[in-house]
């Protein structure tokens, strides 16, 4: 691996401690991942570091009153047909550094589902692979809802996306499901012990900022 190539991508993922951005924190809190997982795919030549840059996503993690979560399964990209995720998508311009504003209008477009959240409601991020020149920042928000939502709400629209199905799943259901990410379990298991939404039972937390 080229040094030039490791510094390019260092300075990608890992920014400046001066940097105004919130997003910095974000990316410094999974530096290793990135870390670990860029530098073998630069190795491979699967990414190009010179080029990389970072799509940023809000999901919402929403649970109706029967302490159901509403999850989406995938019907593509073929390496992730058939996984199961929260709602959400990817960030607006005008959405910049707030993702839990995506989270809801993700939540509102994609299911009709009115739902709010705030800086004070994030629980997670995950960072992945997109494409050869994009990562992939998932930025996952709890998000209560604005009415009642009943079991079928969700189910009451059509979608003609690449999410394909959508239901709601009780902790056991969601806990057997093949899901996008680990920490899906963590969220389901933390919920069914605590009551609380979070990957540990101290819950949501503040969307980091320096």
Known sequence: MKTKSVNKFRDLVH??????SPETAIIDSFRWQFMYTGGVLISKGAIDPGHLRVLHVGIAVIVNQEGQFLLQRRSEPVELAGVWEFPGGKMKTSEKNAPWVTACREAREERGISVKSSADRYITSHIGLYTKTHIVAAHLFA??????IG??????????????????FTVEEALKLRCIHADYGRIFETYRQHHTIGIDREGTRKWPTR
């Open 15 to 20: 920014p400046s401690p001066t940097s105004p």
């Open 143 to 148: 998000c209560a809802a604005v009415s009642r």
């Open 151 to 168: 079991v079928s709400t969700a189910l009451a629209m059509t979608y003609g996306g690449d999410k394909n199905a959508w239901d709601w």
